[in-house]
Nanobody, 118 residues
Framework: QVQVVESGGGLVPAGGSLRLSCVAPRMIYSVYSPKTVNWYRQAPGKQRELVASIDSRFVENYADAVKGRFTISRNNSRKTVYLQMNSLKSDDTGHYYC?????????WGQGTQVTVSS
């Protein structure tokens, strides 16, 4: 069974940076798959929201709230997707989840907590 493991969360002051990693060791990474890797976040009392995504052609998309501050990247040889988060704000606080989508496969990790102190 393919597992998805996130790491890199933590407590950081406003204006700081974190880099999240999403590893799927048993996933086949190639120029075609996984088709899309998404980072979502969920703050307490709020719905889960899409933060950033990257597809197999390395096309990136971002939520308006993080454009210019967050960068998603993908390393197929390491089977890893990163989310570099700069200029963090208190509104970025939440549990961040990695989601791999490939055909009929839709995988989620347990997430990693990001807390930004103001």
């Amino acid at each position: 069974q393919v597992q998805v493991v996130e790491s890199g969360g933590g407590l950081v002051p406003a204006g700081g940076s974190l880099r999240l990693s999403c590893v799927a060791p048993r996933m086949i990474y190639s120029v075609y798959s996984p088709k899309t890797v998404n980072w979502y976040r969920q703050a307490p009392g709020k719905q889960r929201e899409l933060v950033a995504s990257i597809d197999s052609r390395f096309v990136e998309n971002y939520a308006d709230a993080v454009k210019g501050r967050f960068t998603i990247s993908r390393n197929n040889s390491r089977k890893t997707v990163y989310l570099q988060m700069n200029s963090l704000k208190s509104d970025d606080t939440g549990h961040y989840y990695c989601n791999l989508v490939d055909g009929g496969t839709d995988l989620w990790g347990q997430g990693t907590q990001v807390t930004v102190s103001s």
